[in-house]
């Protein structure tokens, strides 16, 4: 009988070893490149990653391998065997919310080609403000040794102008940061019912934190999960465009110094990896967090 449990146990301990070595998302001796390794098992090293866009901090994986995760846990992100930073595997189910350096595990909103890096600055639970750790040089270099980095989109709100009462105007300035021409939703060519679909648009906080906000209704795609082609603009390599979106129904606002907040929107989970290059460039993915003080006149 003593055999028989040895033999059985042996079997299973080989069954283990064969999917854990056969498993295309484990490398347990990562010296070189870009690393991120959860719980101190399961690693994504810079031989698995087709690369990392910058401007959203997404990890892009190559053909063949697949990020999925539940459950909470820990992470450290190395370059070249240097750990840089750490965070928190943060699932769906917690009530909480995110703070500082997070990876969405269950559901991410994205393909399973993507691994997102989240970070929220909020202020710590001591009360100081929190420092983004994810921009560490270290990284961007390590990341271009091995063709890795991508640059992305980066976008500011250029003005905010109250031309009549109830309408306001934004302006914003789209630059292409990369080396690769991009995609990115054009709210002209969408409708900006359909593009406040992906945002929630514009919205002002005065002084007393009070918020005022736009009274678009959201227009959902059909089916709710499509995307086309003709909701996207290209804007070519260093390129710079000048987003402008006019709020007819706007909440009324008076004269004074507020706070504008702007998500520009990419897509998300309807871009499987077949559909991430198009004829021209890439579909630019993720949400760009945008920020101004503003004058109200």
Known sequence: ????????????VLLLLSCRNNDPNLNFDPKVGFCLKINDSIVYDYSQIEFYDFSSHFIYLKK????SYSGAGSFTVSADNTEIYSGKMFPAYLSSLPLGVTIPSVLTFY???????NFDKRIDYSGNEMLDPRGDQR???TLKKH???REGLACEIVDVQKTSANKIQLKLRL??????????LDPDKMGLELFH?????LLLRNTTNKTFTH?????????WNSWKMNWLSIIKSKESKTIIINYDNFESVTSGQYDAFFNYPGMSSQIEKKDLYQLWGRIWLGTLYLTKKIQIE
């Open 111 to 117: 393909g399973d080609f993507i691994i997102p890096i």
């Open 175 to 184: 630059t292409n940061k990369d080396n690769e021409n991009l995609y990115y």
């Open 215 to 223: 009274k678009i209704t959201a227009k959902y795609p059909e089916p």
């Open 64 to 67: 063949g391998r697949s990020f």
């Open 147 to 149: 063709n890795q980095f």
């Open 1 to 12: 009988m003593k055999i028989v449990k040895y033999w059985i146990y042996l079997v299973v």
């Open 139 to 141: 990284i961007v270099e």
């Open 197 to 201: 679909y992906f945002t929630n648009g």
